[in-house]
């Protein structure tokens, strides 16, 4: 599952400026970088207990000094898909922020998702005249789909960030043109020899934005291997030659992570379906038996029906298992809840699903 902002959040603590200066070059323009700026604990909490919005976390919060000494705080929230209250969630966010730091705010917004008409900037409250109108900065990662627009050439963190965001949107369910477009990332690392301080952090990036399914990872790791052997030659204490061999360690780790995640699951799911087939003759046994009182055709009918759900949700199980790792507690409760009718609408969702949420929330559960 792609999970670009995991990496945007990850570059904005250490890369603020730089953030800044690509995407919101004018809040940029107005902050001291030679003052530290400071990031606080981000949580916010209702005014009251009977708060009818609750606790908020906001995905980034600073602390900074403008040019003309004076204090702000800059709030950035990461948007990878399209949210109808998303506005009234940024406005929600200025209020809090206000608040408790008291003093001015710029809320800004990163949208990385694919629809090129969803620009959610302001939200208006005026009713005969009062009322209030909120507005927050925002852009569109789409936008930089030119790359002129950007001097991605530079090949520092967040210029990779945002190029390889780009490539996520445009491989999203084409796994063979992402694996090409992956690995001529991890070469372009390579061949940039960039500094081993950038090194884990580039890496991440890539493997966030670009995630692939198992066979093409192993593909990935194979090619990779191959790489390292175009380049025994090089000095064994050269970054150009260590960083391949980094290249290829972090996604063996990675392959055998999900080997091992795998393998649980399935022997999980192996050891399951024997205990439920020796619980379900137990069961059909002694339901049979107690049936003969009470009506030997209708015991039969319910001891069938019962069967038939179990062993629709044990192989429901082991799907979720494989897809998207061990199923936690309370899926297997859901599940349990689950009619037959609803059952039946999960497998068919989870044939085309990104995403267990999307999966459970088309099966209506």
């Not at 209020?95 to 900037?121: E, K, Q």
């Not at 852009?139 to 520092?156: I, W």
Request: glycine share 6%.
């Amino acid at each position: 599952m792609d999970r670009p902002d995991l990496a945007w959040k990850l570059l904005l603590p250490r890369r603020l400026q730089a953030v800044l200066a690509i995407l919101f070059p004018e809040v940029h323009a107005l902050v001291d970088w030679l003052q530290q700026y400071y990031l606080p604990d981000k949580n916010l909490l209702p005014a009251t207990s009977d708060s009818c919005t609750g606790e908020r976390d906001p995905d980034f919060v600073a602390l900074v000094t403008l040019l003309d000494g004076s204090e702000a705080c800059i709030h950035v929230e990461i948007q990878c898909t399209r949210q109808a209250g998303f506005a009234e969630r940024m406005a929600l966010y200025h209020a809090r922020l206000r608040d408790r730091f008291a003093r001015p705010v710029f809320n800004l917004a990163i949208l990385g998702d694919s629809s090129p008409t969803w620009r959610p900037a302001c939200v208006t409250d005026l009713r005969i005249g009062c009322g209030t109108i909120f507005q927050f900065r925002s852009v569109k990662l789409l936008d930089y789909r030119d790359s002129r627009a950007v001097p991605l050439q530079a090949g520092d963190p967040v210029a990779m960030a945002l190029k390889t965001h780009l490539i996520a949107l445009d491989t999203r369910r084409r796994a063979e043109s992402r694996y090409q477009a992956k690995l001529a990332l991890l070469r372009s690392i390579h061949e940039r020899r960039v500094k081993n301080t950038e090194l884990n952090e580039l890496q991440k990036i890539i493997d966030w934005m670009l995630p692939l399914p198992a066979d093409w990872q192993r593909r990935l790791i194979m090619d990779i291997d191959d790489f390292i052997l175009e380049h025994e030659k090089e000095d064994k204490n050269s970054l150009n030659y260590m960083l391949p061999k980094l290249i290829l360690e972090r996604h063996k780790k990675l392959a055998e992570a999900e080997g091992r995640a795998q393998g649980e699951a399935e022997g999980w799911a192996k050891g399951e379906a024997e205990g439920w087939a020796k619980g379900t003759a137990e069961g059909w046994a002694k339901g049979e038996a107690e049936g003969k009182a009470e009506g030997k055709a209708e015991g039969k009918a319910e001891g069938e029906a019962l069967g038939l759900a179990a062993g629709q949700r044990q192989m429901l199980k082991l799907q979720l298992a494989i897809q998207f790792g061990r199923v936690p507690a309370t899926l297997e409760r859901t599940l349990q809840r689950a009619d037959s009718t609803q059952l039946e609408r999960l497998a068919i969702a989870l044939l085309d699903a990104e995403s267990l949420e999307g999966a459970l929330q088309a099966a209506g559960l």
